[in-house]
Structure formats: structure tokens, C-alpha cells
């Protein structure tokens, strides 16, 4: 199931920074201090969310905006009582989560990524700034801090799933479980990006001499890795670069086709001529070829990663049962506070 890079915490609510005051007052909310709700902020919500469920791929939903102006009147009803008990968050809490959230991406991508980069992607998944975007983060972990603590009790009855559930979803899904066809493999690479005509024919030259020495026997993989690779990260471990999956189409899209097919041509331990593709040109040696097949509960959902398919499954379970304590949680106390706060709906 397709999953969005970044979950809201439990409201689908995106925050308006500008209302237009002007507009008809459709609700007034006053826990500790009245605020107005306008039409045009309902609606600008309503094009927010689906907004986002555009960027990330997903279907137009129909929310009307009797349920939107109920989602607005809550978060302000949360925000209201956060302030009222003193429930805030630091930066470094802010900072844990989004340490958290570039983890989720890079497991994703399977790569490192920079603080800027995750910037980059945030406004491409969320259509906000980064200033926008923190402060929708801070009243969202707010928000959650403030339930968590009111209804310490429902979360704490949660319950990891036994071994029987485990096997049971398991068997219910085992053959959504399959691993496509994998390879691994080692690369001398001699990169051309942002480089000129002139910088990539040396680089050409360069590569050329390294398989001439190596087609010679006069080096051997390891040492043509050291030698020319610009590799920084994967040239002192033989050039390894991990596995490769034959579906991801993101690294297919990034290296090119051609480099893509040639590479799972490849037998085992048998090294490639000179590979050009969208980064820069390669020696390639493949170290392991994995067939495809229906993963048991014990294996590996990647290879190389310790995380088994029944990790998986328990950790999958016991966010549901989170999601729905978390539903709960929310809703008993959304009803405490409308019980409490003076609410007026045009």
C-alpha cells in the first residue's frame, strides 16, 4: 500500500496563516480566548488537503465543510487547552522528530540525505516553506503531547500483538510478501556531474586506464577501486555499493536504463566493460544475484537489513492498535473540551 512520505500526526488539518478577514464568520471557539472561524478559511483548507493528496499521488477525497469547520473547531479546541495547561515543546523535541522523519526517508531512498535536501523534499510533499512547515509540526506534536497526557491510560492498555496474530496476518498476506531479484555489487566510479566537456573526456580516460590495468591483470578490483574511484563512501570497503533492486525505479530513472539492464546481465564475479550512465561511468563486478521469491515469516524483508517480515508485521499490528487508541483517545477528549469551551456556529 502506498504510503504518504509524511503522516500528520492524527488531524488532517493544515494550519492558515492568512485569513481573509473580510469573509463571513461561521464560527466563534472560545476556550481561554474567542477566536473566529471564516468561510474562506474553511475552504482554503479544503483546497490545502486536497492539495496535498495531489502532490503525494493520491485521490481527490470529498470532505464537505460541516466536516472541515468540525476539524478546524477541534484543533483550535486542543491548541486552546494546550496553552490553558501549559503543554509545549521544546526545539529539541521539533528536532527528534524531524531526525525521525529523515530516517523514514532515507530507509525510503536508501541513501543519506542532507538537512537541505529534506527541506527540498518537505516542500515538494507538503507545498509548504520550511517555516510553515515547522510551526504546522510544532502545534501537530502539541496537539498529540496534550491527548497523550490527558488519556495516559488508554495508550498505556495498548498491546503488542501475540505470535498467533502475528502468524495469522501473515497467512492472511503471505503472498503480498515477495522479493524482487536482487544484485550486489562492487563499482570503480569516476563521476561527471557538473563537470565540462573537457572534465568528462579526462574522466573517460581515466575509467579507460583503470579497465585496460584490470582486463591486463596488471591490478587488481580492489586496488583499481582505491586507486581511481571517486567514490568516497564505498571505495574503502572494495567499492561495495549493497543491493541493487531490480524494481527500483528511482535508481533506474537516476543511472539510466541502459546502465540498469547491463548491470543485472551481469553474471557473479564476472567484471563489466566500461558502463557510461546518467552519473558517470563504471567498472562494475556483481558479488551476489538473489532470485525473487515469496519471503518466509523469519526472512529478511531486504537483504542485508535484520528486519524480518515477522518485525514487520509486529511493528505494523501495534501502530494500528496506536492508530486507534490514539482515534479514541482524541475523540473522548474533543468531546471534554466542546463540553467545556463556548461554541457558536452560524
Known sequence: MKRNLFVLLFLTVITTLYADVLSETV?????????????TQVQQ?????????AINGLPQQKISKKDMLENIISSKLLL????????????????KVIEAQMKSVEAQV??????EQFKGIVQKQTDMSWDEYLKNLKEQIIKQTYVTQKKKNIFTSVKPPTEKEIERRYQDNA?????????????VFISTLNKNNQEKTAAKAKIDEAYRKLKNGEISFDDAVLKYST??????RGGDIGYIRRDDKNLRASLGDNFFNKLFDLKVNEISPVLSSNTGYHIVKVTEKRAPKVLALNDPVNPGNSLTVHDFLKTGIFQEREQAALKKAL????????????????
Do not use: C, W
Not at 80 to 95: C, Y
Open 110 to 115: 536508501r541513501r543519506k540525505i542532507t538537512l
Open 175 to 187: 503472498t503480498k510478501f515477495v522479493s524482487p531479484e536482487y544484485v550486489r555489487a562492487s563499482m
Open 45 to 53: 483548507e479544503i483546497d490545502a488537503y486536497n492539495k496535498q493528496l
Open 331 to 346: 475523540a473522548e477528549v474533543i468531546t471534554e473540551l466542546k463540553s467545556e469551551a463556548e461554541i457558536t456556529i452560524f
Open 231 to 236: 567514490d568516497e563512501k564505498a571505495k574503502y
Open 27 to 39: 464560527a466563534t471557539v472560545n476556550l481561554i480566548k474567542p477566536e473566529m472561524i471564516t468561510s
Open 80 to 95: 486552546q487547552a494546550a496553552e490553558r495547561d501549559g503543554v509545549n515543546v521544546s526545539g529539541a523535541d521539533i528536532q
